[in-house]
């Protein structure tokens, strides 16, 4: 027995070099603000200093009295809004001493958000061997088919891949997420980034790649797969920035949250889709990761287990030796796995 125990443990340290290390990315975004990227107004006469003649208004009226007449109304309508804002605010504040409530001060047109607030969040799902293949042949025909350099290009890319997942639901065994608040343009530009760059580097080889509608392609280094990995997962991140507020994931266990998370982010549309950047790993067939690799790399609470899988690190009942759950016997001794039972 302790003999044993030495081999399997001599498997465990030095048979498993060949680790997941092929990835691939494809992405892109607008980061310009939506008052630049829209077309700005030029028509109807408006300069941007003021009326010109061809808008039908003119300053050097002889008689001076028309004009005179629309700015003493429009100075009339300036008070009584102050004076109404300023009746409001105190009825609020009010509220707001009595009740204990952080009421907002809307007057009735909703809360007030800046133009170019932006959300950022981040879904990660991982996808047992059953759908591995298909999973990675599918997101490769996205990627290498897509134009990632038009708004266009990119939302459908965003609704493609999140249907993608959405029908394999059965088949996930790793969720994750995370919301971040809501911010400026400016300031959720650095934050996209770092989870882009995050994903991306948990993998070395990246074999493809489609930023911006550039595409490139790399050979990958030979992979032998081993006994111990199993069929193999594959994990798909999906780092998404919009102009409204996204889906909030509050739990992962039962997978509810992140599918109605897929849902929310299928539907967005090519005005309020900042950024889309969707990462998998592994890319190619021969690099297998099984679940204790995947979880060596994004320990709790990056990912967690869907509930029912058989994930993460079990320990053989006969020899003693790790290795992954989803695998039916142990690749140590042979030994089957606990409640399964050799055919």
């Known amino acids: ?6 081999l399997c443990a001599l498997i465990v340290l030095f048979g498993s070099v060949a680790v997941a290390d092929t990835g691939g990315s494809m992405g892109g975004g607008n980061w310009s603000s939506s008052s630049s990227s829209s077309s700005s ?21 002889s008689s001076g009295g028309a004009g005179g007449a629309i700015d003493g109304v429009g100075l009339l ?73 038009t708004a266009d290009g990119r939302t459908a890319m965003l609704r493609e891949v999140a249907i993608l997942l959405r029908r394999l639901r059965d088949a996930w065994v790793y969720g994750g997420a995370v919301n971040e608040p809501m911010r400026d343009l400016g ?19 990246e074999t493809m790649r489609n930023e911006q509608g550039k595409k490139t392609t790399t050979a990958a280094s030979s992979y032998t797969p081993h006994s111990d990995e199993g069929a193999g997962l594959i994990l798909v991140s999906i780092i ?34 900042v950024a889309i950047e969707v990462v998998w790993q592994p890319s190619e067939d021969e690099d297998r990761l099984s679940s204790m690799e995947l979880e060596a790399k994004y320990p709790r609470p990056d990912l967690i287990p869907i509930q029912g899988a058989l994930v993460g690190k079990t320990f053989c009942a006969y020899c003693g ?5 989803e695998l039916v016997s142990c690749p140590h001794c042979g030994a089957p796995a606990a409640g399964k039972h050799a055919a």
């Open 1 to 6: 027995m302790g003999k044993r125990w030495v």
């Open 187 to 205: 300031g959720a530009k650095p934050v996209f980034d770092r989870y882009v760059d995050d994903a991306r580097s948990r993998f070395r080889e």
């Open 41 to 61: 107004y030029s028509g109807g006469g408006y300069s941007g200093g003021g009326y010109s003649s061809s808008s039908g208004w003119s300053s050097s009226d």
């Open 321 to 325: 030796g790790p290795y992954p759950a």
């Open 240 to 273: 998404i920035a919009a102009r409204r507020e996204l889906f909030t994931v509050n739990r992962i266990g039962n997978g509810d949250d992140l599918r109605q998370a897929l849902d929310s982010a299928s539907q967005l549309t090519t005005s309020n889709l």
């Open 77 to 149: 309508i300036g008070f009584v809004i102050a004076i109404l804002w300023l009746i409001f605010s105190g009825i609020a504040q009010v509220y707001r001493d009595n009740s204990g409530v952080n009421a907002p001060l809307s007057m009735g047109l909703g809360d007030y958000a800046p133009i170019d607030t932006v959300d950022v969040s981040v879904l990660r799902i991982a996808i047992d061997g059953r759908a591995r293949k298909f999973v990675q042949n599918e997101i490769k025909n996205i990627a290498s088919e897509t134009d990632t350099s």
